[in-house]
T-cell receptor
Framework: KQEVTQIPAALSVPEGENLVLNCSFT??????LQWFRQDPGKGLTSLLL???SQREQTSGRLNASLDKSSGRSTLYIAASQPGDSATYLC???????????WGAGTKLIIKP | EAGVAQSPRYKIIEKRQSVAFWCNPI?????LYWYQQILGQGPKLLIQ????????DSQLPKDRFSAERLKGVDSTLKIQPAKLEDSAVYLC??????????????FGPGTRLTVL
C-alpha cells in the first residue's frame, strides 16, 4: 500500500531565502508525482507534475525533482516571498491505480 | 473560465442529522472527484465520476455516504446520518480528460463540515 510522507509538517523562514520541501513515498511504481499548494479557505492548486520518466520540472521560482528509485521528491522554492506562505502537498498516482495518494503537507510561513 | 463551484461553504450539524453538498465542475470536464480532508491530513478520495458513471468509490462509506452526478455535470454528495468523525473539509475537483493521471485536477474551495 502506497504511503506518502512530508517532513517537516511546518516550516518558517525569513523572506528571500531559498528553501526545500521534502516528499517521500514507499512504492516506487508510480505513474507521476504532483505538487499542490493549498491556501486557507481555498481549494488546492496544482503547481508541478512530474512524470515517472522525468527527473525534474520547473515553473518560475519553483523546481521539483524526482528520484523514483529512492522514493523521494523535493520542491525547491527560490527567493521566497510572503505570498508563498501556504500548505504544500505532494501526491502520487500509481502505475495500475489512477487514484492520487496524498501526503499531509508542509505548512510554510515566510516572514517579511 | 469559471472555476469549480461548491456550496455551502460551511455547515454545522448535529450527529445523526443529514447533510448534502453540491458541486458544479468546470464546463466540459469529464471527470469529477469528491475528496474528504480531515484537519492535518491530505485529501482522501471518496468517489470519482467519469461523465455520469462511477470509476472508483472504494473508499466511500456506502452505509452513510452517497453521491450522484446527474447528466454528467453537477454532483451532490450526501451524508446520512452524520457521525462526529465526518467533520472535515469536503473538496470537489474536476479534470478535462478521462485519463485523470495525466491531467490537472482543478479544485473548488471546499465545504467545511462540523458535526457536533
Amino acid at each position: 500500500k502506497q504511503e506518502v510522507t512530508q517532513i517537516p509538517a511546518a516550516l518558517s523562514v525569513p523572506e528571500g531565502e531559498n528553501l526545500v520541501l521534502n516528499c517521500s513515498f514507499t512504492d516506487s511504481a508510480i505513474y507521476n508525482l504532483q505538487w499542490f499548494r493549498q491556501d486557507p479557505g481555498k481549494g488546492l492548486t496544482s503547481l508541478l507534475l512530474i512524470q515517472s520518466s522525468q527527473r525534474e520540472q520547473t515553473s518560475g521560482r519553483l523546481n521539483a525533482s524526482l528520484d523514483k528509485s529512492s522514493g523521494r521528491s523535493t520542491l525547491y522554492i527560490a527567493a521566497s516571498q510572503p505570498g508563498d506562505s501556504a500548505t504544500y502537498l505532494c501526491a502520487v498516482s500509481g502505475d495500475s491505480n489512477y487514484q492520487l495518494i496524498w501526503g499531509a503537507g508542509t505548512k510554510l510561513i515566510i516572514k517579511p | 473560465e469559471a472555476g469549480v463551484a461548491q456550496s455551502p461553504r460551511y455547515k454545522i450539524i448535529e450527529k445523526r442529522q443529514s447533510v448534502a453538498f453540491w458541486c458544479n465542475p468546470i464546463s466540459g470536464h469529464a471527470t469529477l472527484y469528491w475528496y474528504q480532508q480531515i484537519l492535518g491530513q491530505g485529501p482522501k478520495l471518496l468517489i470519482q465520476f467519469q461523465n455520469n458513471g462511477v470509476v472508483d468509490d472504494s473508499q466511500l462509506p456506502k452505509d452513510r455516504f452517497s453521491a450522484e452526478r446527474l447528466k454528467g455535470v453537477d454532483s451532490t454528495l450526501k451524508i446520512q446520518p452524520a457521525k462526529l468523525e465526518d467533520s472535515a473539509v469536503y473538496l470537489c475537483a474536476s479534470s478535462r480528460r478521462v485519463d485523470s493521471r495525466t491531467d490537472t485536477q482543478y479544485f473548488g474551495p471546499g465545504t467545511r463540515l462540523t458535526v457536533l
